[in-house]
Structures are given as C-alpha cells and as structure tokens.
C-alpha cells in the first residue's frame, strides 16, 4: 500500500493570503487527487492531477483558485489562492495504486481561515 | 454521472452487536468499490476493496459485499466494539473528464461500552 504524507498538517491562515499543500507517496503513481472536506460533511472531489500537464478540475473548482502542480509521478502541490473564510477545510491528497486500484489518502491538512 | 448514498447517516449500537451499513450508486459500470474509515479529524484509511468481478471480501470482522447489478454494497461489522465508532464512507468510480473517485455522505457509528 502507497504511504501518502501531506504538509502542512494545519494552518491558519489571513483572509486574501494563499497556501501551498505538498503531497508525497513513497511509490511511483499514475492517479493524484485532491479532495476537500467542509466541516461536517464528505468528500468533494477538487481536481486530478495530472503528471507533465493541467489538472482536470471537477465543476466548480477553477484553477486561479486552485492551482494544482504535478512534476513528477511521487509529488503533487495544491494551493488554496486569495482565502476566504468558506475555504475553511481539510484538503486531502490521494493516491491510486495502479495494480490493484485501491484509493489510499493522505492525513489531511486542516485550514483555518481568519 | 456517479451519486453514491450511504444509510442510515448514523447509527448507536451497544457493543458487542452485529451491524450493517449500505451503500448504493447509480452507475453500475464500476471497476471497484472501496470502504474507508475515518476517525475525528483525520485522514481515510482503507478498509476493504472489492474488484467488479468480485462478490464480497473480508478483513478480520469487516466482510463487504458488492452487487452491480443492484448497485449496492453492504459493510458488515462482526461484534462491534467501542473502537469500531468512527465515520465509515464507502467510494465509487465515476468517469467524468477521467476517472475519479465519488464518496457517500458516510455513516457514522458509535459503539457504546
């Protein structure tokens, strides 16, 4: 199984200001995800990431206001531009193993905005 | 597109009870199905994977079942303990733009001693 490690844990953060969120496997990996959890409620799908090209973002998620990296098959970034109070959430990064399809997740990074 | 529902939402059981959790969706052309846990302000952790050809899979006390033709999987918990409350979601396939992955709303448990 693919060991996912996401950074930061948790922030707070200022209205208007953007955060960065790194995710790394310890594996090589086809599929990256981004999801976001509002207080309370399931996942929501935010984008694919895409090795060597733009992310395939789900309705309602635009890249200016999440801008999704993918250089390489074992990092992804995911930022969270000019914050808002509704960005308040935890951003969970995710992985597919290839072989079996099995979806494993980052801990998650809980954001705060102020 | 995929829409996965998950019942009941919530569920209170003393322990030591048998209990069973339902997940349907309406795309059946699925390759997977996965059921995750989710603690308090942590990350999923996955439970059980069950492949299209597959009917159930079992892990220790946790046996899934799938039936594509009905669209639904079960989660059955053997002798629930108090360790066992925590949020279980179960996830679908969906081929959109590409394939991702779409969660149930959860159901959340509690085990009481």
């Known amino acids: 199984s693919a060991v996912i490690s996401q950074k930061p844990s948790r922030d707070i953060c200022q209205r208007g200001t953007s955060l960065t969120i790194q995710c790394q496997v310890d594996s090589q990996v086809t599929m990256m995800f981004w999801y976001r959890q509002q207080p309370g409620q399931s996942l929501t799908l935010i984008a694919t990431a895409n090795q060597g090209s733009e992310a395939t973002y789900e309705s309602g998620f635009v890249i200016d206001k999440f801008p999704i990296s993918r250089p390489n098959l074992t990092f992804s970034t995911l930022t969270v531009s000019n914050m808002s109070p509704e960005d308040s959430s935890i951003y969970l990064c995710?992985?597919?193993?290839?072989?079996?399809?099995?979806?494993?997740f980052g801990e998650g990074s809980r954001l705060t905005v102020l | 597109k995929q829409e996965v529902t998950q019942i009941p939402a919530a569920l209170s059981v003393p322990e030591g009870e048998n209990l069973v959790l339902n997940c349907s969706f309406t795309d059946s052309a699925i390759y997977n199905l996965q059921w995750f846990r989710q603690d308090p302000g942590k990350g999923l952790t996955s439970l059980l994977l069950i492949q299209s050809s597959q009917r159930e899979q079992t892990s220790g006390r946790l046996n899934a079942s799938l039936d594509k033709s009905s669209g639904r999987s079960t989660l059955y918990i053997a002798a629930s303990q108090p360790g066992d409350s925590a949020t279980y979601l179960c996830a679908a396939p969906s081929e959109g733009q590409g394939f991702s992955f779409i969660f149930g709303k959860g159901t959340r448990l509690l085990v009481k001693p």
């Open positions: 995710s992985a597919e193993d290839g072989n079996t399809g099995e979806l494993f």
